[in-house]
Every structure is written in structure tokens, then in C-alpha cells.
């Protein structure tokens, strides 16, 4: 095995990394109707071992993944950077219009996200940002890459992955 280059990774998926959220899509100038998902997060880190022994501890990964489920949970998930919604806000609420449509919703009920659409793709590449954010507090020295997974139904998931060995 010398001269191999080993890889090594943690995955984390299923029991309480999950969220129910409401949103609607945006896209080719329609716009599905507003609706719901129980939404199910996967995180997976590679790597090398660290002194510990380990790629990265899964107990500290999970806990800062929840954390990120928590924030979205039980919200309307607000793309702010998409260029079709009509967005107005207030002290109390967010007033959406797309389309002919218009929504309001109470702002302590919407989970306000930079992305430009609330697809399953762009929530995976959200969390997976939120999650390199976190991570920042922690030795990641040995990590190469994090890949994040948001399944909306079953059968169906998203994956951003993003390299961290530059």
C-alpha cells in the first residue's frame, strides 16, 4: 500500500437530522404551489485520520447539523436572492408576491435564506455552507472535503459538495 493515497469518511444521516418546512418554487416563470416537506439532511466529511484517530467526531458533527435543521424547521424557507419575488418586509412580517400571487407571512415563521431558490439543491448547498461556517471553530486541517445531502421525499435528494483542501 505505500505510495497509495488513503481516503477516509464519516457519514451522518437519519434520526433527528431532519426539518419540515414550507416553500414554493420559482422557475421558467411558473411557480409550483406553496407546500410542504419533511425534509431528511445527510452530512459526509473525508479526509485523513487525525491524531485522535478520527476524521472529524460525529457527535460534534451532528450537533452542529441539528442546530442547522433546528433554524430551518417549522418556517417558510425565503430564497431572499431570487430576482422574480417581489419582496417587502417589516418589523413583523414578509410580503411575497411571484407571479400574480401574494403572499404574508409572520417573520418569526420564515427561515430567511441567501440563496436564489428554495429547490432541494440550493438547500443543500445552504447547509452545507452553514455547516463550513461552524466548523471554522474546530481543527479541520486534515478534512479534504464536505458533501451535504437533502432528500424532500423519498427516492428523491440533493448533494452539494464542496472541497476544502484548497
Known sequence: MSGERISRKVKIEGGYLNFSSAHFITYGGKCE????HNYGVLVEVEGSLG????????????RLTKDICKRLDHR????????????????DNWKIGFNGKH????????????IDNSTAECLAEYI???LCDELRAYDTSNLTSIMVGVEEAPTQMAYYKWSLSE
Open 76 to 91: 417558510f424557507l425565503l430564497p431572499l436572492h431570487n430576482p422574480q419575488l417581489e419582496l417587502t418586509s417589516s418589523e
Open 51 to 62: 491524531e485522535d484517530k478520527l476524521v472529524f467526531d460525529f457527535t460534534i458533527l451532528k
Open 128 to 130: 452545507c455552507g452553514a
Open 33 to 36: 404551489r406553496l407546500h410542504g
Open 103 to 114: 403572499y404574508m407571512f409572520p417573520r418569526e415563521d420564515v427561515a430567511e435564506l441567501p
